[in-house]
């Protein structure tokens, strides 16, 4: 073979989708069904771990976000809430595992806001449930 039939034999692969269309398909759905199990795991824990510490006299709740990535909202009757969302296109490497935690404060907490912080996703409910405790609510 010549060398220019080398080069476009070799931009004809390049240029050769490695995966179909559905193939794309079906990973994407089963990548949407992991990061919706995941973060409904971590609804649930982290709602229970704040509940069972008294964590602002207990209450709260948690809130289903319907997105392809894992996204999680407790919720407080005060109006106090956390919202943990995994930014994993932004983060390369073991930064790819944690979740980014912002706290929503109501009216009264005027004074405090906290800057967001990052959790492990694979660490346990009670080491986020403290993490989050210490760096985002008030008291």
């Given at each position: 073979m010549t060398a220019l039939g080398e080069r476009q034999q070799a931009k004809a692969s390049e240029a050769a989708p490695s995966e179909t269309w559905l193939a794309r398909t079906a990973r994407r759905e089963v990548e949407r069904r992991e990061a919706h199990?995941?973060?409904d795991r971590i609804r649930r824990t982290l709602a229970v771990e704040l509940n069972d510490r008294q964590v602002e006299g207990g209450g709260w709740r948690h809130r289903v976000t319907p997105v392809d990535f894992?996204?999680?909202t407790l919720e407080h009757s005060s109006g106090?809430?956390?919202s943990l969302?995994?930014?994993r296109s932004y983060r390369k490497g073991a930064a790819r595992r944690r979740l980014t935690v912002r706290g929503g404060y109501p009216s009264e907490y005027y004074e405090w806001r906290a800057e967001?912080?990052?959790v492990g996703i694979d660490t346990s409910p009670d080491s986020k449930a403290r993490h989050i405790i210490e760096s985002l609510l008030p008291g």
């Open positions: 199990e995941l973060a894992v996204s999680v106090m809430s956390l969302i995994h930014e967001p912080v990052t």
